[in-house]
């Protein structure tokens, strides 16, 4: 059976990726599972830039195949920030009610109360002798200054997206099965397990 590290500590996340691929032949690992390891520097200009360097880095550091992710919000009102630094935006990485507080900020400096958005979550996997696959996934909404919903994390409060019937809803009003139907990590994990499907047929 073929061990794959997940390129995080996050259990959420690790849960997640373990359920997607249980029915491939491969033993899900986390970055905990091989001690105090170094962070990988990501200084790519895209999220699936960030990605490779990540699972490049731990594939080196564990010798181990590696899946890595990188994601964020991009607003068309700012030219696609925050992008890559969509953690980081107000300066310290993962503070949520910052972040969103620097985007309201940003965009009523311009004089606007919304903005279309997106969501981006790059995942690439890369295996002990350097083969790379990747996969991409996307969700377009708008953000508005609403918060609505206790849900989810990051700006997901502030992003809505378009339901039956002309409706909205944020990312954090949706229940766990709903987001991951049209989110942007699903949408590039679905991907990934297809590619790496057939990954595995191959190597037989």
Known sequence: MKKIVIATKNTGKLREMRAAFAHLPVEILSLADFGDLPDAIEDGATFEANARIKAHFFREQTQTACIADDSGIELDALNGAPGVHSARFAGKHGDDAANNAKMIEELQKRGLTSSPA?????????????????????????????????????????????????????????????????????????????????YFRCEK
Do not use: W
């Not at 969501?119 to 350097?130: H, P, S």
């Not at 039956?164 to 942007?184: F, R, W």
């Open 118 to 198: 997106d969501y981006r979550c790059a995942l690439v996997f890369e295996d002990v002798d350097g083969t790379v696959l990747t996969a991409d996934g996307r969700v377009d909404g708008t953000i508005r200054f609403e918060a609505k919903g206790t849900g989810g994390f990051g700006y997901d409060p502030y992003f809505y997206v378009p339901r039956e019937g002309g409706s909205e809803k944020t990312m954090a009003e949706l229940t766990l099965a709903e987001k991951d139907a049209i989110s942007h990590r699903g949408k590039a994990l679905r991907e990934l397990v297809n590619k790496l499907e057939e």
